[in-house]
C-alpha cells in the first residue's frame, strides 16, 4: 500500500528499487506473492503489484502476477464446500453468487480480496480484454453484488448467516464501492450502498475507513468535500497510504482505475 | 424445503461432529486434578482489581520478571450488546499483573473480521481505558510471524504461522468474553485462541481454521500455546447467537485457572451447557477429562451462581440436563 501510495505520488523508480527487489523475493514461479520473508506461501497479496505502473512492475513479472491472479478459484466453488453448505441448511445451491477470490489457497472468497482483484482486472483489461478476463471480471463483480447487506454496505462478505443479516463496516462499502465503479450495478442498490456509505462517513474516524469511503463514493462522483482531514489520526503506514492514495484519487489519479 | 428439515440436517451435524469429538478424543485426562475458580463479580466496578487479586492468590501464579501478553477478545462492537472483553476488565487484569511485578505487561489480539483494529479498539473503548494503548497493544494480525509445526494435529493442518509476541512471551493470559456460539456452542478461553493466528496470512476472516474444521483447529492452536493462564470476563456475557448478534446476559462471574479446558467445562456448566458435547473441549481435554471429578472447584460454586444462557434450537441437545 505505501508502494501504490508513493508511486501515485510520482517518486522516480530509483526510489522504489530495495522494494522492487524485496517483492521481486516474494513472487514464487506460479506468479504469486507470499506476504512476508517469513511466509513461505502464496496468498492475496500478489493483486496489490498488479496497481503499480509498469515502469515499476512490468515484463515477465507483472505477465505472471496476472496469469496468477486468472488462475485463482476460490475453494466455495467446489462439490464439498456446497455440500457442506447443504449440510448446513443453505435453501438451494447459490447459483447467482458469481465467484471471488480468497485470501489463502483453498479457502473460500471474501470481500476485500476479491474487491481488489475486480480493480486489478479491470485496470488491466483497457488493454486485453480477452474472454477469460471478461468472464473473470463478470464473475467477480456478481460475488460483490450479491454480498450486498441489507443496510446496503457491505462488510467481510458475510451478509447474512444462520437467517441473521449482518451489518455492513466503513472501510469494505468504500472498497465494494471503487470494485463495482463502471459495473452496472442496479440503480436501487447502487444509491442503498451510496446512502450507507454517506451513513458510514458521517459517523466513522479512522483514516483507512474514511479514506476507503472517500474513494468510493468518488468512483460514482459522489464527493462534494474530502472526508479526510487534517483532523484524521493515522496510527500506522497503512493509515498514511490510503490517506494519501484517497487524495490522489480526489485529485483524479487514481492508481485504483 | 422448509426449516425443520434445515434445522434437522444443521442439528444432524453440529450433534455429529460433538459426539465424534467425544469419541474420538485421543488426550488423556490430566494427571492431577486442575484448579478453576469462580468469583462473584456484579459489576465492573471500583472492586473489580481487589476480586481478580483474589483469585490469582488462590492459584499461586508467580509473574514477577515475566513477559505476560493479556489476549481480550475484541471482534466487533455494537454498542448495544456485550461483544468484547469489557476494556475495564482487561486493564484491571493489566494493573493487577504490573502491580505482582511482571516485567511487562502488553496486550494482544488479532480480531477475525475487521482489518483496522486500531478502529475497532478505539470505538470498544480500550483507549480510554488504557492511556498508553497505543505503545501497550500488537495487533497479532500484522505481527512478525513463525511457522510453528502442530503436533499429532486434530485437524488437516499440519502448521500454522503465528505472531513472534506470542510466541515469546513468558505467560500467555486469554481474557474471554463468557458467551454462546452459533458455530461451536460456546466461545470461552480456548476459542479465544483463534484471535492469535494472523490474519495478514490468513485473510479477515481466518478462513483457513473454518476449512480446516473449527473444533478441530481451536484443539490444535492450543497445542502451540506458551505458558498460559485464563480469566474469563463473565460478568456480562451473551447468550442466543452469538459471538457477535446474540443478546446480553449478566452472569456475574470471573472464572479462572491455568488449564484451559476445565476454565472452559465450568464456564459451560455455569451457562448451563454440557462441556462432554463441546467439540473441540473433548478433542482437547478427552470427555472424561472435562468431568467435574477431575476439577478442583474453588471459591463460589456452579449452582451458586449457575445462569442459563439461551442456546440457538440447533444446539439444544447441548443443554447440560443436571449439575454434578
Not at chain 1, 472468497?109 to 481488489?116: C, E, G, I, R
Not at chain 2, 473480521?113 to 480500550?126: K, S
Not at chain 2, 504461522?161 to 506470542?166: A, E, K, M
Not at chain 2, 485462541?193 to 492450543?222: Q, R, T
Request: proline residues 6%.
Amino acid at each position: 500500500m505505501a508502494m501504490l501510495a508513493l508511486s501515485g505520488a510520482g517518486q522516480s523508480p530509483e526510489f522504489f528499487r530495495p522494494s522492487l527487489t524485496w517483492l521481486g523475493e516474494r513472487q514464487s514461479p506460479e506468479g504469486g506473492l507470499s506476504p512476508s520473508a517469513t511466509v513461505n506461501d502464496v496468498t492475496w497479496v500478489g493483486t496489490l503489484c498488479s496497481f503499480l505502473p509498469e515502469s515499476l512492475w512490468g515484463g515477465e513479472a507483472r505477465g505472471a502476477s496476472l496469469r496468477w491472479l486468472l488462475q485463482q478459484m476460490p475453494e466455495d466453488q467446489s462439490f464439498l464446500f456446497r455440500l457442506r453448505m447443504w449440510m448446513l441448511g443453505a435453501k438451494k445451491p447459490d447459483v447467482s453468487g458469481g465467484a471471488g477470490w480468497s485470501w489463502y489457497p483453498g479457502t473460500a472468497a471474501w470481500l476485500t480480496p476479491t474487491a481488489y482483484a475486480v480493480l486489478a482486472l479491470r485496470k488491466l483489461s483497457v488493454t486485453d480484454r480477452s474472454e477469460a478476463f471478461e468472464r473473470r471480471l463478470l464473475q467477480g463483480q456478481q460475488y460483490l453484488i450479491s454480498r450486498q447487506c441489507a443496510d446496503g454496505g457491505w462488510n467481510h462478505g458475510s451478509s447474512r448467516s444462520l437467517g441473521y443479516d449482518g451489518d455492513s463496516y466503513p472501510e469494505t462499502t468504500g472498497l465494494a464501492l471503487m470494485a463495482l465503479r463502471g459495473a452496472g450495478i442496479e440503480p436501487k442498490a447502487l444509491q442503498s450502498a451510496l446512502r450507507r456509505a454517506e451513513a458510514h462517513a458521517s459517523t466513522c474516524r479512522s483514516a483507512q475507513g474514511l479514506s476507503l469511503l472517500q474513494m468510493g463514493l468518488a468512483a460514482h462522483g459522489r464527493l462534494a468535500q474530502p472526508l479526510v482531514g487534517k483532523q484524521t489520526r493515522c496510527r500506522s503506514t497503512m493509515d498514511h497510504a490510503h490517506v494519501a492514495l484517497a487524495a490522489q484519487t480526489l485529485a483524479g489519479r487514481s492508481v485504483f482505475w | 424445503m422448509n426449516s425443520a428439515h434445515i434445522q434437522t440436517r444443521r442439528s444432524l451435524l453440529a450433534a455429529t461432529g460433538a459426539l465424534a469429538a467425544a469419541g474420538c478424543g485421543t488426550t488423556s485426562p490430566p494427571q492431577v486434578k486442575q484448579k478453576v475458580s469462580i468469583l462473584r463479580a456484579p459489576s465492573y466496578n471500583a472492586d473489580l482489581l481487589d476480586t481478580l487479586r483474589r483469585g490469582i492468590a488462590a492459584h499461586a501464579l508467580d509473574v514477577k520478571g515475566k513477559r505476560v501478553v493479556l489476549k481480550p477478545n475484541l471482534v466487533e462492537v455494537d454498542a448495544s450488546v456485550p461483544i468484547n472483553t469489557h476494556p475495564v476488565f482487561v486493564h484491571a487484569v493489566a494493573e493487577l499483573f504490573t502491580s505482582l511485578g511482571a516485567a511487562s505487561v502488553r496486550i494482544a489480539e488479532g480480531p477475525g473480521h475487521r482489518r483496522n483494529t486500531w478502529e475497532l479498539a478505539e470505538v470498544a473503548g480500550y483507549f480510554d481505558a488504557f492511556p498508553d494503548f497505543e505503545q501497550r497493544f500488537t495487533d497479532l494480525n500484522l505481527d512478525e510471524v513463525r511457522r510453528v509445526p502442530i503436533p499429532d494435529p486434530h485437524s488437516e493442518l499440519s502448521e500454522l504461522y503465528l505472531g513472534q509476541t506470542v510466541l515469546g512471551c513468558d505467560l500467555l493470559v486469554s481474557l474471554p468474553k463468557l458467551k454462546t456460539h452459533h458455530w461451536v456452542g460456546a466461545t470461552l478461553s480456548m476459542k479465544n485462541f483463534f484471535g492469535l493466528v494472523p490474519g495478514g496470512v490468513y485473510g479477515w476472516p481466518k478462513n483457513v481454521l473454518h476449512w480446516a474444521g473449527i473444533d478441530a483447529s481451536i484443539a490444535d492452536i492450543h497445542k502451540l500455546l506458551p505458558p498460559h493462564f485464563a480469566i474469563v470476563d463473565g460478568i456480562e456475557g451473551m447468550e442466543g447467537n452469538g459471538p457477535i448478534q446474540g443478546s446480553p446476559r449478566h452472569a456475574g462471574v470471573i472464572v479462572m485457572g491455568s488449564y484451559l479446558p476445565a476454565v472452559d467445562a465450568t464456564c459451560c456448566r455455569i451457562m448451563k451447557i454440557d462441556p462432554q458435547r463441546i467439540g473441540h473441549l473433548t478433542l482437547a481435554a478427552g470427555a472424561a477429562g472435562l468431568a467435574e471429578e477431575y476439577i478442583t472447584q474453588a471459591g463460589e460454586t456452579i449452582p451458586s451462581v449457575q445462569t442459563e444462557f439461551a442456546l440457538l434450537p440447533v444446539f439444544d441437545f447441548l443443554r447440560l440436563k443436571a449439575t454434578g
